[in-house]
Structures are given as C-alpha cells and as structure tokens.
C-alpha cells in the first residue's frame, strides 16, 4: 500500500511540476541589446537599461571584463 500511495504522490508532482514549467511566462517578445561590451557596473548598466526601455532590465553577464546588456520586451 505504501508503494502505491508515494508512486501516485511521486506522479502527480511530476505531472504538475512539468505543467507549471511548461506553463510560465513566454518570452518569445523578448529583446536584448549590449550596451557596454567592455565593463560594466550593475546599477549604472540598470540604469542605462531603464532609461533606453522603460521596461528594461540590466544584468552584468560574461566572463571578465563583463558585459552589461540590457533586456526588454521587444515592439509589437
């Protein structure tokens, strides 16, 4: 009984866990653009990013020296 009980548990979060990572949010709309190739320091790349996309986001990515590259949800 105990086997049946954990194997319908165990299929059950994995039905769900797949449906909830299937279901997220899409990004299909979303663009990306480096604004500094050569460095970057976090708040200024945030915002840089900000005043270019009001809907932006800046990240420092990469290896060093880093990039600041800024992403944002791209024009219909």
């Known amino acids: ?3 049946i009980s954990f194997t319908i548990i165990f299929t059950l979060v994995l039905i769900l866990t797949v449906i909830e990572r299937t279901s ?3 990004t ?3 663009c990306s653009t480096i604004l500094d190739p050569n460095g970057c320091n976090l708040s200024a790349c945030r915002s840089k ?3 270019l996309h009001s809907d932006g986001t800046g990240f420092c990515v990469d ?3 880093h990039k600041c590259i800024c992403f944002y949800n791209c024009p219909i």
């Open 63 to 65: 290896v060093f020296p």
């Open 28 to 30: 299909d709309n979303q």
């Open 24 to 26: 997220g949010d899409k």
């Open 49 to 51: 990013c900000q005043q």
């Open 1 to 3: 009984m105990a086997k």
